[in-house]
């Protein structure tokens, strides 16, 4: 048996119940037991309460907090901060699952390696199908152990997944911004980088993706505001020098021109957002630079992001300008 050490696994929780107990009792059934799992109820309107509730009653490890609802999960992420107890953390949402040894297998992985951040296999999970992909170490190898740098390069184009087992310590150094529903896309990054060590385990993540419910598969007027995480992550990149800066780039360019063509045919109830979103859309086109350094850009990434960015950029002019 691997040496305990005190995993705290948080979940925020909005209106969950149809997945919510299944990934509860997934967690509940590992052959790991030195855990706490905090669960943030974001005021729920169904059942979620109630089910929390129940498993914390018949599960110590089990703990519930309710706050006012409002806000992305980063400000669930900033509420619950403050009561992490455990020297690692791992992230779920409420409809996915955990393998039966999934903690036990990444604890295991981060005693050999003595990594701060550890990556299991993780399945992009449908529920009825039985080939669904995985993404497992770095091209189906999970013997490297990267530094932080070559981490976050991998994870640029998500050559690895972003579910990480990582130090408490490095977690809460990081700055959970409340104006970007994907906030995880830049925190994960930066938790990459700033990780000595990043290692790969056994046991599997099922990452739902058969829930239309989900925030990240709805179009709202959020996916807006992912404009910002984009050019964090593009900033991140480019201030430290790493590879694949230029695609970084591009990939803030092309999501660009996504919420341009959006933009069109979207209609906002509130002028106010309306507003705010053309004032985003003014200030990153000046950070785009001039026509030449977007030509850089263009031959410095790869092909299939040069394909993309020109037939978005052709489906505007044709479509909406």
Not at 30 to 45: A, P
Not at 283 to 301: C, E, H, M, P, Y
Request: glycine residues 4%; contains cysteine.
């Amino acid at each position: 048996m691997v040496e305990d050490i005190l995993i705290t696994i948080f979940i925020p929780v909005y209106n969950g119940e149809k997945y919510l107990e299944k990934t509860l009792q997934s967690i509940q059934n590992q052959t790991y037991t030195n855990f706490e799992v905090l669960l943030v109820d974001d005021t729920s309107t169904d059942s979620s309460f109630t089910i929390l509730s129940e498993f914390a009653k018949k599960d110590v490890r089990f703990k519930v907090f309710k706050k006012p609802n409002g806000g992305f999960v980063s400000k669930s992420w900033n509420y619950i901060l403050p009561y992490i107890k455990g020297e690692f953390v791992f992230y779920s949402s409420q409809d996915d699952l955990f393998s039966n040894d999934l903690l036990e297998e990444m604890v295991k992985r981060q005693k050999e390696t003595n990594a701060d951040s550890v990556l299991p296999d993780m399945e992009f999970y449908f529920e009825d199908k039985t080939d669904n992909s995985r993404i497992i170490g770095v091209d189906d190898n999970r013997e490297f152990v990267l530094s932080g740098k070559a981490a976050c390069e991998y994870s640029l184009q998500w050559q690895i997944h972003g579910f990480t087992l990582s130090r408490t310590a490095l977690v809460k150094e990081e700055i959970y911004y409340e104006d970007a529903f994907d906030t995880d896309e830049y925190i994960t990054r930066e938790i990459l980088f700033k990780s000595h060590k990043v290692a790969f385990s056994k046991g599997v993540f099922y990452y739902r993706q058969d829930n239309s419910n989900a925030i990240t598969k709805i179009f709202t007027e959020k996916n807006f505001y992912s404009i910002l995480t984009k050019k964090r992550v593009s900033d991140l990149f480019v201030n430290n020098n790493l590879k694949n800066k230029f695609e970084s780039q591009i990939i803030v360019f092309q999501f660009y021109l996504y919420l341009r063509s959006k933009y069109k045919t979207f209609h906002f109830a509130s002028p106010t957002k309306k507003n705010e979103i053309k004032l985003l859309f003014e200030n990153f086109k000046k950070d785009l630079g001039s026509i030449q350094s977007l030509v850089k850009t263009l031959r410095n990434a790869n092909g299939k992001l040069i394909f993309k960015t020109l037939y978005l950029w052709l489906k505007i002019r044709l479509f909406t300008l």
